[in-house]
């Protein structure tokens, strides 16, 4: 924070990441409750992540994990989560930092949430229109499928990303936009409209 202003899309993005901190802590101890999954999109270069090299050539961006039926060995810390899942066959382990997360999202309960990755001792700076944006109380709207299309399987545990849902395609409300380029922005709970269920 600089003396001279509050970063509200900061506190706001540390308290998302939290939630999703709290929720995988629940999992670890407890397990999955009823249709609960998770997928969790994350920036595959970002300080902190392990991963096994091969994956890493696979996606060296980003990649979204889905946690549903297979996953063994779930650690939550302050910092992040290491989760064990299998790819190619091959039980493999992965470490992320909640730093990390571009989104995270949890079908079952509708919710949908998108981080900006931060890098540690880095403060984020945003453009102010889209700092503005993001900060503003409105959310976007989207639909049940839009959350499970943002990460859908493409096998072996893991997604390819996808470019986040539109604020107003896809049969969703025409609610306003929050960010400028008509996706919801960082740091956002993307509301869902349970009325417009198939």
């Known amino acids: 924070m600089s003396s001279d202003s509050i970063d509200y899309q900061r506190l706001v993005e540390d308290a998302l990441r939290d939630v999703v901190r709290r929720v995988l802590a629940d999992v670890a101890e407890q397990g999955l409750p009823g249709d609960h999954h998770f997928y969790i999109g994350f920036r595959t270069g970002h300080p902190g992540v392990v991963m096994p090299r091969s994956l890493r050539d ?58 900006m990755p931060r890098i540690p001792g880095e403060t984020a700076t945003l453009p102010a229109a889209t700092a503005a944006a993001s900060a503003s109380a409105s959310a976007a709207a989207a639909t049940p499928a839009a959350a499970r299309a943002a990460a859908s399987p493409t096998g072996g545990g893991i997604a390819a990303p996808q470019p986040p849902p539109s604020g107003t395609g896809g049969g969703a409300d025409p609610a306003p936009s929050p960010s400028p380029r008509g996706r919801p922005g960082p740091g956002e709970v993307i509301r869902f409209d349970p009325s417009r269920r198939k």
């Open 58 to 115: 696979l996606y060296p961006e980003e990649m979204s994990l889905i946690l549903q039926h297979r996953f063994w060995n779930l650690a939550v810390n302050d910092d992040g989560f290491a989760v064990e899942l299998t790819f190619s066959g091959s039980r493999q382990r992965l470490e992320v930092p909640f730093a990390a997360l571009t989104m995270f999202a949890d079908p079952s309960a509708e919710l949908a949430l998108r981080f």
